[in-house]
Nanobody, 120 residues
């Protein structure tokens, strides 16, 4: 079993910054990719940023230049540094981890989500 736990959400004024953290734990052999998604009320969940075990990253266009995803492979942890936040960044942010367990099975787990609210 694998657990994925996010932290770091909160309320911030427009132009401010927040840092989200996500730690995966359990019977993990390797994590191939971790990513941050978000879902605003009435909208579909969208990929915000993702990073592979080798450090390759990709971002949705709306956050490029403002958000940075990073990863600590030794800790099975991924971070999302968010700067110059805008009200339209308000959403529940979810962490996703994909990899293989110690038993050789593929896994694809989600965290419970953390609320990010940006006030204007």
């Amino acid at each position: 079993q694998v657990q994925v736990v996010e932290s770091g959400g909160g309320l911030v004024q427009a132009g401010g910054s927040l840092r989200l953290s996500c730690a995966a734990s359990g019977s993990i052999f390797v994590i191939n990719a971790m990513g941050w998604y978000r879902q605003a009320p009435g909208k579909q969940r969208e990929l915000v940023a993702a990073i592979t075990s080798g450090g390759s990253t990709n971002y949705v266009d709306s956050v490029k230049g403002r958000f940075t995803i990073s990863r600590d492979n030794a800790k099975n942890t991924v971070y999302l540094q968010m700067t110059s936040l805008k009200p339209e960044d308000t959403a529940v942010y979810y962490c996703n981890a994909q990899g293989r367990t110690s038993f050789g099975y593929k896994f694809d787990y989600w965290g419970q989500g953390t609320q990010v609210t940006v006030s204007s």
